[in-house]
């Protein structure tokens, strides 16, 4: 969806490509990156500080932002034989790393140097580097409610009723706004993955949810409150979890009225992403699948979370979700009618935050001759997802100043469970994903999609 926006800006200037049209389609308008951008995380654990020191660190010039496609990719416009490839951070107007404000909530009072040694992620030598920075970010009392996350608990949290929680919350996010002087605001949530949830009726409009909300109804969690609180300040939201958070009719209901974009859930890191990698290929090439075995060990502390049977719930539905959407047996069920899915999560605390992962799969191939796949994945499940984390803010802040709101489907990239409209299948196929943001980009320059037909170079 666009609006018009009425502060509209120059667009940034880029050396215009011959014979490329750089007019933004009709109604948009991007407006510059001009000053300090907020990044608000509800949750300041593995992810959250190793992106955070990741940025410090990038800003230093003493690491790179591998992994990152804000950062490091580029983008083609028009023909092949024009080769015209600006970087995407010169294509279109993003928030410079340089003007980045970092602040969040969490359950422990530990600084973001504390809470990123805890974590283990990053080298002691990096962390040390960064240490006054890392010190200086503390986090603000968390909304929090064991019932929701069984396996922790903590003491630095916020007391009241629900409506009184989203009242506080939103004083603190004004308030970090005027003390850090910022222009914009994007929140992500970096917290633990809550309980299994489904839909309710008070999550059906936004009027059922603040009278819930009034009410201390117990189908609101904290990570709906945190959204909640975003959105309803018109700053873009993101759900880095699986838990429902926004992903309610009602939410995206204010993200409409507030005009808000917003995102989700659960960023697409390690096994997944591989998945979604692996299983387009198989359903291209018409090979068939027996089955997948996916089991995983992790011990940090989103993995203590995940050794509750409530929040590994969320997670299975949502790691479970993606190869029936990719390989769609309801279009060839002799291929992959039959095919049984199965994933494992196993909390071993001496793997930290090193997570090792391992595939099997039960392929065939030419009259049904069976080969098998075994993969196993040595993976850094916060290294993967701390540039996703980055994109998101840019990404988000971009679509806000472009006057774009509701959900944002071309971010689907970056999720396991990407949240669509009502009655629309989600789109899970990484090379689809990743076109449909590139696409989305161009379309926000007023630049041709790019279709992949090619006939115009065969053609006289
Ligand atoms: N690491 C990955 O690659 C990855 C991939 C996909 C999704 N995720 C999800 O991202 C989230 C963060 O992962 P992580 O590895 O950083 O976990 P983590 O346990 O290290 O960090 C989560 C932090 O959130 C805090 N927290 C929990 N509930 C809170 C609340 N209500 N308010 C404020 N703070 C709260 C915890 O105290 C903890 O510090 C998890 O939900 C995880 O499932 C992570």
Known sequence: MARKNKNKLKPQKIEKPKGLALSLPKGLALSLPKGKLGVLLPGLGAVATTFIAGILAVRKGIARPFGSITQMQTIRLGKRTEKITPRIKDFVPLADLNDLVFGGWDIFKDDCYTAAKKAGVLEQNLLEKLKPELKKIKPMKG??????????????????????????????????????????????????????????????????????????????????????????????????????????????????????????????????????????????????????????????????????????????????????????????????????????????????????????LDIFGWLGYPMQIKINFLCRDSILAAPIVLDLVLFLDLAKRAGLYGIQEWLSFYFKSPQVATGLYPEHDLFIQHTKLKNTLRWLRGEKSITHLGREYYQH
């Open 143 to 360: 909304v929090f409610n064991r019932d929701y996350v069984r396996n922790l608990d903590g003491s630095f949290i916020k007391w009241g009723n629900r409506w009184e929680m989203a009242e506080k919350l939103i004083e603190d996010i004004r308030n970090f706004k005027r003390e850090n002087n910022c222009r914009r605001l994007v929140m992500v949530w970096c917290g633990s993955t809550e309980i299994y949830m489904e839909r309710k009726g008070i999550h059906n409009s936004i009027k059922n949810f603040e009278k819930a909300l009034k009410k201390d109804s117990k189908f609101i969690s904290p990570s709906m409150i945190y959204a909640y609180a975003a959105i309803k300040e018109g700053i873009p939201y993101a759900n880095g979890a699986p838990n429902l958070s926004a992903d309610i009719p009602a939410l995206v209901e204010l993200s409409k009225k507030t005009q808000t974009p917003i995102a989700g859930k659960d960023f697409k890191t390690g096994q997944t992403l591989f998945k979604t990698i692996i299983a387009p290929g198989l359903k291209a090439r018409m090979l068939g699948l027996k089955g997948w075995f996916s089991t995983n060990i992790l011990g940090n502390r989103d993995g203590q979370v995940l050794d509750d049977p409530g929040s590994f719930k969320t997670k299975e539905k949502s790691k479970l979700s993606v190869l029936e959407y990719i390989l769609q047996p309801h279009l060839y069920p002799e291929l992959y009618g039959k095919t049984h899915h199965q994933v494992r999560i196993n909390y071993y605390p001496p793997s930290g935050d090193n997570k090792e992962a391992w595939d099997n």
